[in-house]
Each structure stands twice: as C-alpha cells, then as structure tokens.
C-alpha cells in the first residue's frame, strides 16, 4: 500500500505524522494474531510522490479483510487520515 500525504505540510509535521504511523502500524502484531508480518518505509526519492509504503504479510485474503476491519487497525490508519492526499493499494499473492 502506498500513500501521498498533503504536498503543503510543514516538513516537521510530515515527518511526525509519518512516524507516528509507523510506531502505531508496528505495534499491531502484537494486537492483531493475524498478521504475520508487516514494514513501514518512507520514500527516499523526492522525485517520487508517494510518501509511505506499507507492506503486510497474512495467510490469505480474508485474513487481510478481517484486518482492514479490526478497531486496532482503523486507529492506527486513522492516525494518518488527515494528513493524506491519496493512498493505493495492490492485494497480491506469492
């Protein structure tokens, strides 16, 4: 999943937006049993305009509804809510 936060945010309040997300999108294995592994990266190259990129890893895609839906879930993602511009997602399996 990728997202685009606001391009007129202060540089700090980006960058504190894009931890604070991070901290409370690392810490949901611990809440949510279903997921077996997950990462937060944020961009390095200014010439791209996605900001975060989070990658998860479930056993199957109604794992991964069920984790769209989960109450830890929709408070860390509603974290960075206000602060977004646009956001894209790709269910893949492998």
């Known amino acids: 999943m990728f997202f685009q936060l606001k391009a007129d945010l202060i540089p700090q ?3 504190q937006a894009m931890n604070d997300f991070r901290d409370a999108i690392l810490a949901l294995p611990e809440k949510i049993k279903l997921i077996r592994h997950i990462e937060v990266g944020f961009n390095c190259n200014p010439d791209e305009k996605w900001d975060i990129c989070l990658n998860g890893e479930f056993d199957s895609l109604n794992d991964v509804k069920a984790y769209a839906v ?6 860390a993602a509603g ?6 511009s646009g956001r894209s997602c790709v269910d893949y399996e492998y």
Not at 70 to 75: E, I, S
């Open 79 to 84: 974290a960075l809510k206000s602060f977004l």
């Open 70 to 75: 989960n109450p830890f879930h929709l408070a």
């Open 13 to 15: 309040v980006k960058q």
